[in-house]
Nanobody, 126 residues
Framework: QVQLVESGGGLVQAGGSLRLSCAASGRTFSAYGMGWFRQAPGKEREFVARITSSGGYTYYADSVKGRFTISRDNAKNTVYLQMNSLKPEDTSVYFC???????????????????WGQGTQVTVSS
């Protein structure tokens, strides 16, 4: 089992920045790839970004590419999402999730992530 706890959400004006953190406990953190998803009211949970278990590769949704950066610190068992140039449409609950390295293929769907945090609210005002 992997337990995940997000933090860092809040209210920010459009154009501002936030950094989300996700602390992991349980199994060996470096054996898991990590992802961030978000879910707005009335919408499906959508992929935002992911990072491989070693941190060597990162992938982003087109909607956040160039504005968001995912990173991880395996020594601290933590993954981060730096969000810059925030827009009102970024308003969502943000979830971090984990997948065992090599367990899937695309890693952009919720079904590929067996472990989830409880989410943290991000609200961007216009």
């Amino acid at each position: 089992q992997v337990q995940l706890v997000e933090s860092g959400g809040g209210l920010v004006q459009a154009g501002g920045s936030l950094r989300l953190s996700c602390a992991a406990s349980g199994r060996t953190f470096s054996a898991y790839g990590m992802g961030w998803f978000r879910q707005a009211p009335g919408k499906e949970r959508e992929f935002v970004a992911r990072i491989t278990s070693s941190g060597g590769y990162t992938y982003y949704a087109d909607s956040v590419k160039g504005r968001f950066t995912i990173s991880r610190d395996n020594a601290k068992n933590t993954v981060y999402l730096q969000m810059n140039s925030l827009k009102p449409e970024d308003t969502s609950v943000y979830f971090c999730a984990a997948y065992p390295a090599g367990s899937g293929s695309y890693y952009r769907t919720t079904s590929e992530y067996p472990y989830w945090g409880q989410g943290t609210q991000v609200t961007v005002s216009s």
